[in-house]
């Protein structure tokens, strides 16, 4: 099955074509930049009303190009991809209904299924998928989210959750005080390296964490004169360890032996490390799928839309209004089965 997926919850106008047959996904992507600040909405809505029909354009050329042999020449060749799967939320609302009019669009011009995908259940699944992993947890670190989730009885269940913001969203926010361009995460990984401790906020209860406190901390250190350096690189240490710190809660509290990373922080070596040795020291096993799935990117959107098709789970174009704030614990899963824990 060869399945498009496009992407556009933010700030990814993304289109990729995944084969099941050959697992491979080509993935095209037109990022939006904002000029000063962070993500602006309308801007950003803006940015996909231009650069989605050209992704999807750029998508449906290459599968065209790589149609298997047997529908070429054909008299009423098979159409370039066999259904159509798109973000449906969580996400800016106004981005979110671009991707869906033109998900709607080019599934009715090719008359296949279309599919409306969780975009964290998304994130999610591509590193389930690329471990091999039976019933892991999974730490979703991306910008507008930070949760763990793992399965149980047909849906993801939400193990812990930040109680203010997104992590990437925080860190952007820290970054923007110091007048750095969009997106903060990676400067501060970069800034990080030449750091050394100082203490700030470490908030976490139970399995809850918060950022709030930490990045008006930050902020302040740096307004009082302690080196950039070392703010970045306590704010790694910290954040990341309380995503470790409630990683490991969720495993012990699960009994999993499989942690996966999803989310665009999850590209921060800092983090990974840390997860990995956590991970080591109690025989669990660590996956972080390749950054350009870990990153919004519409290949995630592709692979989970063509699991969710083989297992009839489609959306009917009356049925694919857009969700916003769709929760991934809100999903039903159809594309597992029972005995999985
Ligand atoms: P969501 O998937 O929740 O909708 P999102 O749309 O903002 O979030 P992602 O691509 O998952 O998108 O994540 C983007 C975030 O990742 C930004 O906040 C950015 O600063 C952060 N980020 C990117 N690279 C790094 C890095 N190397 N270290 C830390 N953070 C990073």
Same mark, same amino acid.
């Given at each position: 099955?060869?399945?498009?997926?496009?992407?556009?919850?933010?700030?990814?106008?993304?289109?990729?074509?995944?084969?099941?047959?050959?697992?491979?996904?080509?993935?095209?992507?037109?990022?939006?930049?904002?000029?000063?600040?962070?993500?602006?909405?309308?801007?950003?809505?803006?940015?996909?009303?231009?650069?989605? %029909?050209? +992704?999807?354009?750029? !998508?449906? *050329?290459?599968?065209?190009?790589?149609? =298997?042999?047997?529908?070429? $020449?054909? &008299?009423?060749?098979?159409?370039?991809?066999?259904?159509?799967?798109?973000?449906?939320?969580?996400?800016?609302?106004?981005?979110?209904?671009?991707?869906?009019?033109?998900?709607?669009?080019?599934?009715?011009?090719?008359?296949?299924?279309?599919?409306?995908?969780?975009?964290?259940?998304?994130?999610?699944?591509?590193?389930?998928?690329?471990?091999?992993?039976?019933?892991?947890?999974?730490?979703?670190?991306?910008?507008?989210?930070?949760?763990?989730?793992?399965?149980?009885?047909?849906?993801?269940?939400?193990?812990?959750?930040?109680?203010?913001?997104?992590?990437?969203?925080?860190?952007?926010?820290?970054?923007?005080?110091?007048?750095?361009?969009?997106?903060?995460? %990676?400067? +501060?990984?970069?800034? !990080?390296? *030449?750091?050394?401790?100082?203490?700030? =906020?470490?908030?976490?209860? $139970?399995? &809850?964490?918060?950022?709030?406190?930490?990045?008006?901390?930050?902020?302040?250190?740096?307004?009082?004169?302690?080196?950039?350096?070392?703010?970045?690189?306590?704010?790694?240490?910290?954040?990341?360890?309380?995503?470790?710190?409630?990683?490991?809660?969720?495993?012990?509290?699960?009994?999993?032996?499989?942690?996966?990373?999803?989310?665009?922080?999850?590209?921060?070596?800092?983090?990974?490390?840390?997860?990995?040795?956590?991970?080591?020291?109690?025989?669990?096993?660590?996956?972080?799928?390749?950054?350009?799935?870990?990153?919004?990117?519409?290949?995630?959107?592709?692979?989970?839309?063509?699991?969710?098709?083989?297992?009839?789970?489609?959306?009917?174009?009356?049925?694919?209004?857009?969700?916003?704030?769709?929760?991934?614990?809100?999903?039903?899963?159809?594309?597992?089965?029972?005995?999985?824990?």
């Amino acid at each position: 099955m060869r399945v498009l997926g496009i992407e556009g919850t933010a700030w990814a106008a993304s289109a990729a074509v995944h084969d099941t047959g050959t697992d491979a996904t080509r993935i095209f992507t037109d990022a939006y930049q904002p000029e000063s600040g962070g993500i602006h909405p309308r801007e950003a809505a803006e940015h996909m009303r231009e650069a989605v %029909p050209q +992704v999807v354009a750029e !998508a449906l *050329d290459h599968a065209r190009e790589t149609a =298997p042999d047997d529908r070429e $020449g054909d &008299e009423s060749p098979s159409p370039p991809v066999d259904a159509v799967a798109f973000s449906r939320g969580p996400g800016l609302g106004p981005c979110l209904r671009i991707v869906a009019t033109a998900a709607r669009t080019v599934a009715q011009r090719l008359d296949v299924p279309l599919v409306g995908v969780n975009h964290m259940l998304a994130h999610l699944e591509i590193g389930r998928a690329s471990a091999g992993f039976s019933s892991p947890v999974c730490l979703n670190a991306s910008g507008a989210n930070a949760h763990l989730l793992g399965y149980h009885g047909g849906r993801y269940r939400m193990l812990g959750e930040t109680m203010d913001t997104g992590v990437g969203n925080a860190i952007d926010k820290f970054t923007r005080h110091l007048d750095w361009s969009h997106p903060g995460g %990676p400067k +501060v990984e970069e800034a !990080a390296k *030449d750091g050394e401790y100082v203490d700030l =906020p470490y908030v976490v209860k $139970g399995m &809850e964490f918060s950022f709030s406190g930490i990045m008006s901390a930050a902020k302040q250190a740096v307004d009082e004169g302690v080196p950039v350096e070392d703010v970045c690189f306590s704010l790694q240490e910290h954040v990341f360890g309380m995503l470790t710190e409630v990683a490991e809660r969720a495993l012990s509290l699960t009994g999993s032996d499989e942690l996966v990373l999803g989310g665009g922080v999850g590209q921060n070596g800092r983090l990974r490390e840390m997860l990995s040795e956590m991970c080591d020291q109690r025989g669990a096993s660590f996956h972080a799928p390749e950054p350009r799935f870990l990153r919004d990117n519409a290949g995630m959107i592709a692979v989970l839309g063509a699991t969710m098709a083989a297992a009839g789970d489609t959306t009917a174009v009356e049925d694919s209004r857009v969700r916003p704030n769709w929760r991934p614990d809100d999903v039903p899963v159809t594309w597992r089965s029972d005995e999985d824990v």
